[in-house]
C-alpha cells in the first residue's frame, strides 16, 4: 500500500510539473500575431495619422517584450494580446486620420489656388510699379505652379506632406500680398512734360 501512496504522489507530482511547465512556454503565437498587427500598422501609416494610438500600441509592446525578458510568460501573453489590440486600433484610426489629412490638405490647396489668382490679378493692376520686382515674380510664379501641381499630387499619397508644402507656398503668397499692398500704397510718378520750346 506505501508503494502505490509513493507511486501515487511521485506521479502527481510528475504531472504536476507538466502541467507547470506546459504554462511556462514563451507566447510565440502571441507574439507573432502582435508583430504582424504592428506591421500592418505601420503600413497603414499609424505612426503619422495616427500617432497616439500607435505610440500607446508601442508601449503596451514593449511591456510585453520586457514580460519576456523576465520570462514572466503569463503576463507577456496578456501583454501581446493587448499590444495586438491597440495595433489593430491605431491602424483603423490611421484611414480616419489620414482622410481628414486629404481632405485638409486639399482644402488648404484650394484656398491657396484662389488667393493666387486674386495675387496675380493684383500684379496686373500694379504692372507699372512692379518693374524693379518683375524678375523675382516671375521666378516665384514658376516656383508656385511647380509647387502647387507637386502638393496635388502628393496630397493621395502623402497629405501630411501636401499640407507642408501648401505651408510653404503660403508663406510665398504673403510675401507677395505685402510687397503687392507696399506698392499700391506708393504714389505714382507724375508723367514726366515735355519741354516748352
Same mark, same amino acid.
Given at each position: ?13 510528475? +504531472? ?14 502571441e ?9 500592418? =500598422?505601420?503600413?497603414?501609416g ?13 508601449k =503596451? ?19 501581446y ?10 491602424? +483603423?484610426?490611421? =484611414? ?8 485638409e490638405?486639399? +482644402?488648404?490647396?484650394?484656398? &491657396?489656388?484662389?488667393g ?19 524678375? +523675382? ?34 508663406? &510665398? ?9 507696399? &506698392? ?11 519741354k516748352?520750346?
Amino acid at each position: 500500500m506505501r508503494f502505490f501512496r509513493s507511486v501515487f504522489a511521485l506521479t502527481l507530482v510528475l +504531472a504536476l510539473v507538466a502541467f507547470l511547465g506546459g504554462c511556462a512556454k514563451p507566447p510565440e503565437a502571441e507574439k507573432a500575431a502582435a508583430k504582424a498587427a504592428m506591421d500592418a =500598422a505601420v503600413g497603414a501609416g499609424a505612426d503619422k495619422y495616427a500617432a497616439p494610438d500607435f505610440a500607446a500600441a508601442k508601449k =503596451a509592446w514593449e511591456g510585453a517584450e520586457a514580460q519576456m525578458g523576465e520570462k514572466k510568460y503569463e503576463e507577456a501573453k496578456q501583454g501581446y494580446l493587448n499590444a495586438k489590440a491597440a495595433f489593430d486600433k491605431a491602424a +483603423a484610426a490611421a =484611414a480616419t486620420g489620414k482622410t481628414a489629412a486629404v481632405s485638409e490638405a486639399t +482644402a488648404a490647396l484650394a484656398v &491657396l489656388e484662389e488667393g493666387w489668382k486674386e495675387l496675380s490679378a493684383t500684379a496686373k493692376k500694379l504692372e507699372k510699379k512692379l518693374k524693379d520686382q518683375k524678375d +523675382a515674380w516671375e521666378a516665384d510664379i514658376k516656383a508656385f505652379e511647380e509647387g502647387l501641381k507637386a502638393a496635388k499630387d502628393a496630397v493621395n499619397k502623402d497629405p501630411l506632406g501636401a499640407k507642408k508644402k501648401a505651408g510653404e507656398l503660403k508663406a &510665398l503668397l504673403d510675401k507677395w500680398d505685402a510687397a503687392f499692398k507696399e &506698392l499700391a500704397a506708393v504714389p505714382e510718378k507724375p508723367a514726366k512734360k515735355g519741354k516748352k520750346k
